[in-house]
């Protein structure tokens, strides 16, 4: 509903500089995958005043403030827009002409047992960026955070982000977000619990939603169902990642789940690494290769759509010394192009063989999820291509069936255990030494169960 009635709008110094940034850049981007309307430059007012520094008692960065983050905002622009991320701008306490927050959603930046990260949007003119977090609705404590404009159509608007930290795990929070005169109804989420615990918790995972937002709308339900605690995308949420009126979709589907319920995303190469989806997405580390615990789980994540073929040794070290750092007893990959699939025309992804199934084998992971080939598979456990023990070697799961066109599955492969050509999500529950792991249609139906030890 904000994007109206906004012809002619005042930016920040910072924004202009990424604005010509981006205009310079977009040269040398590669075509997308389909159309899209460009969007002509905006016509733009330099107003510094608007940029005033936040009242002491929001400088939350680093500050003494309960719960604020050591951390700044930086806006990522990697792959085809510009390779070096920006600092978001500061907050102040212009509002626009359309404040209410809209869109809004939790993430994880950080440790998910103490940190949580709020994203929301408004009209590209609200500056004010306020969270009030407590454990109750009475919250008790308000931060300040940090904005950005989305991509370079001011219609677009403006990007809000708070991060909190130093949380305690376990716990479920009240919080609201906006400013005074916009705040956001009153949402929940519950820190997870502390790294190694054996605690028993859900998550579920599922991708390539991309065309059918209301495919996706249906897999949240599925999962709010089962009470997950977070939920994994294994790519390709859009068409093209580019195109923000498919980012607006897809969040709208998520309205009633995504404000209280994480969802973390490996990089599709529908999604291009484009601004877009680094902009309205909270990730941990540079939020394309990125590792966190939850619970006694180690999960980890690479992006298999490289910007950069340099890109690929560089996450294969990465993924090397981020399996020997981790003390979890389960470790669990996820990431967009299946090493092992029966699933035509894509089949299994070379480098993903190259670089990184060596790496997960003797890292010790007993479970990868990936999405692409849109199906449901699973394979019988394998180390270097051939069938072990369960405890010897990786499930290869390709959950993809979130909405996009399916493709043949049919190959007959001696190491494929399951196969089902539908829409689909999947379900983990993990307790203790034990993880089942079911997969769903979008009616309830279950279409395979298994049950892995680490
Ligand atoms: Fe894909």
Redesign the pocket.
């Known amino acids: 509903m904000w994007r109206s009635g906004l012809a002619r709008h005042t930016v920040d110094f910072k924004s202009l500089l990424f604005l010509l940034a981006f205009a310079a850049c977009t040269s040398s981007e590669p075509p997308p995958a389909d159309s899209a309307t460009p969007t002509a430059a905006p016509v733009v007012d330099i107003v510094l005043s608007e940029l005033a520094a936040p009242p002491a008692e929001l400088s939350t960065v680093g500050s003494s403030v309960p719960f604020a983050c050591d951390e700044p905002i930086y806006v990522a622009q990697t792959g085809w827009t510009v390779d070096a991320p920006v600092l978001a701008d500061p907050h102040a306490d212009t509002l626009g002409a359309v404040p209410a927050p809209s869109q809004v959603h939790v993430g994880w930046s950080g440790d998910p047992s103490t940190s949580m990260t709020m994203i929301w949007r408004t009209d590209s003119d609200t500056y004010a960026t306020h969270l009030q977090i407590g454990v109750d609705d009475a919250y008790g404590t308000t931060l300040a955070g940090s904005s950005f404009l989305l991509g370079t159509d001011l219609l677009d608007g403006r990007v809000h982000e708070v991060r909190v930290c130093g949380l305690q795990p376990g716990t479920t929070w009240h919080y609201r977000v906006g400013a005074e005169g916009a705040w956001s109804p009153d949402y929940t989420f519950t820190t997870a619990p502390p790294p190694g615990s054996t605690e028993p918790f859900v998550f579920g995972v599922a991708g390539?939603s991309r065309g059918s937002p209301t495919t996706w709308q249906s897999i949240l339900a599925g999962m709010a169902s089962h009470g997950v605690e977070f939920r994994l995308f294994t790519?390709?949420a859009v068409v093209m990642g580019s195109r923000v009126s498919e980012w607006d979709d897809w969040y709208d589907a998520g309205a009633g789940y995504i404000e209280s319920v994480p969802t973390i995303a490996a990089n599709?190469?529908?999604e291009g690494l484009a601004q877009p989806y680094f902009a309205l997405a909270a990730l941990p580390g540079n939020e394309e290769w990125f590792s966190f615990d939850y619970g006694n789980v180690h999960f980890a994540s690479w992006n298999d759509t490289v910007a950069n073929t340099n890109d690929w040794a560089t996450q294969a070290t990465w993924l090397t010394e981020d399996l020997a750092a981790t003390t979890q007893p389960w470790k669990i990959v996820f990431h967009?192009k299946p090493a092992y699939s029966g699933c035509r025309p894509n089949g299994e992804d070379a480098n993903v063989r190259t670089y990184f199934v060596p790496v997960a084998e003797a890292g010790g992971v007993q479970l990868d999820l990936a999405?692409?080939n849109h199906n449901y598979e699973r394979s019988v456990p394998l180390a270097g291509g051939l069938e072990v023990a369960q405890t010897d070697g990786i499930t290869y799961v390709v959950t993809a069936g979130g909405g996009a066109p399916l493709y043949d599955n049919n190959q007959g492969l001696s190491y494929t255990a399951v196969s089902v050509e539908t829409q689909h999500y999947v379900i983990g529950v993990v307790e203790g030494n034990r993880l089942t792991m079911t997969a769903y249609d979008l009616g309830g139906n279950v279409l395979d169960t298994y049950t892995l030890s680490p």
């Open positions: 390539d790519g390709d599709g190469n529908h967009h999405g692409h």
